[in-house]
T-cell receptor
């Protein structure tokens, strides 16, 4: 069983819609969770990071962690064509910085 | 721009060869992390250095090695290259929970 599971998509939405992305993880001891955005042929860009459970909001982006279900989510409000990218969830699996990534979900926002 | 630089952008080489990938972290960052991204394996952690010392190791092959120099730049050495080593190689710097990735080196092994 993989430590992090993420549906690779693609996920196609019309401009202005809410994009909902999620990952599940296997180890309840994990505490730090991140979301990265990766445009084609570019390096991953850190969008948000959260600690433990709860919500975190940054502009149009909201990250949620539900530790009881081992489920993390990213919501993008008022989606734009420029949001078209692959979104990767990541979990910090040790104190030094070993990140375990999900497979990434490709998102396409159509005008 | 994350502030992390990687050279070269592209590398094309033959099986059995050896290559060196270079990474310069963001100013002030002591940690460097190396990742490999391939279509079948996704983005995988290889190794981490902190201020010149190896701190964490992931799924790094024995044919691969890395080091971090006193000026904090890092090099990833890949030897006896195989077709399956073709991938994007990223380095990142920053804290454990806030890693900033460079633009990557695309390695093609023919």
């Amino acid at each position: 069983q993989k430590e992090v599971e993420q549906d690779p998509g693609p996920l196609s939405v019309p401009e202005g819609a809410i994009v909902s992305l999620n990952c599940t993880y296997s180890n309840s001891a994990f505490q730090y969770f991140m979301w990265y955005r990766q445009y084609s042929r570019k390096g991953p860009e850190l969008l948000m990071y959260t600690y433990s459970s709860g919500n975190k909001e940054d502009g149009r982006f909201t990250a949620q962690v539900d530790k009881s279900s081992k489920y993390i989510s990213l919501f993008i409000r008022d989606s734009q064509p420029s949001d078209s990218a692959t979104y990767l969830c990541a979990i910090l699996t040790d104190s030094w910085g070993k990140l375990q990534f999900g497979a990434g979900t490709q998102v396409v926002v159509t005008p | 721009d994350s502030g992390v630089t990687q050279t070269p952008k592209h590398l094309i080489t033959a099986t059995g060869q050896r290559v060196t990938l270079r990474c310069s972290p963001r100013s002030g960052d002591l940690s460097v992390y190396w990742y490999q991204q391939s279509l079948d394996q996704g983005l995988q952690f290889l190794i981490q250095y902190y201020n010149g010392e190896e701190r964490a190791k992931g799924n790094i092959l024995e044919r691969f090695s890395a080091q971090q120099f006193p000026d904090l730049h890092s090099e990833l050495n890949l030897s006896s290259l195989e077709l399956g080593d073709s991938a994007l190689y990223f380095c990142a710097s920053g804290g454990a929970d806030t890693q900033y990735f460079g633009p990557g080196t695309r390695l093609t092994v023919l």
